[in-house]
């Protein structure tokens, strides 16, 4: 029983659920339940049965799916206590086990009586658990959107003014002979330019987290009811 603690605990599918932290076992000494560390954040521990489990490639396996074991009644972390009748209980229901059947205390009948007729009244009791199952899938698709874009860039150009300037008498600089003549001055103007570059500017994926949530369970359970019907005659007055 002492090989089980810490070992890697996986479910039906070889997905890994947590590790081993405590072993229970029966009067006969031998393992019937264990505590499974998952690593989710608090103090508290599933635990799983032993029952049809078994050992493979150093790991325990389970014939449960994760979330099932995940879902399970816990303990407290490193308890050392052993379980009480409510903690099965909801254990069997859990896991949808058979409860183990007591032995019978021996019935005692008065001496010189003979043994009355009797009838077993049985009801039905309601088992719960989980059971995976695919909820759909999520896909990450990218197409292409036109998008207009309105900006404004700074250009320039050159403008012409024309300034006059008197010349002074006696100015020698100045020429005075009269004729056609023309001189020139280069302009220069700008204007806008576009091009288009490819930037990658986001990284987009898909992650899932495992949520354990409450849900509720209605059903109709049937149960027998005993009637007897004896003569008033012959009721008992005790």
């Known amino acids: 029983m002492r090989s089980l603690y810490g070992q890697d605990v996986q479910d039906r599918s070889g997905a890994k659920i947590g590790s081993v932290g405590q072993v229970w076992a029966d009067a006969a000494g031998e393992p019937t339940w264990v505590s499974v560390a998952t690593g989710v954040m608090g103090h508290h521990e599933s635990m799983a049965p032993l029952q049809s489990a078994r050992m493979q490639q150093d790991k325990l396996s389970l014939p449960y799916d994760k979330a099932t074991v995940r879902g399970a009644p816990s303990v407290e972390t490193g308890t050392d206590e052993p379980l009480d009748a409510q903690q099965l209980t909801q254990l069997y229901a859990h896991y949808q086990l058979p409860p183990p059947t007591p032995p019978a205390p021996p019935r005692q009948q008065a001496a010189g009586y003979p043994r009355g007729p009797e009838l077993t009244r049985s009801e039905e009791r309601l088992l719960v658990g989980t059971e995976s199952e695919p909820a759909g899938t999520a896909r990450l698709r990218k197409h292409v959107v036109d998008e207009d874009v309105h900006t404004t860039v700074p250009v320039e150009h050159d403008e012409v003014r024309v300034e006059r300037e008197p010349i002074a008498p006696g100015d020698r600089r100045a020429r005075s002979e009269i004729g056609d003549e023309q001189q020139e001055l280069r302009l220069r103007a700008e204007h806008p330019v576009v091009s288009k570059e ?19 369970v209605d059903e109709r359970l049937r149960r027998e009811q005993v009637e007897a019907d004896v003569p008033q005659s012959a009721r008992s007055r005790r």
Do not use: A
């Open 198 to 216: 490819q930037v990658p500017v986001e990284r987009v994926r898909l992650t899932k987290d495992e949520v354990v949530e409450d849900q509720p």
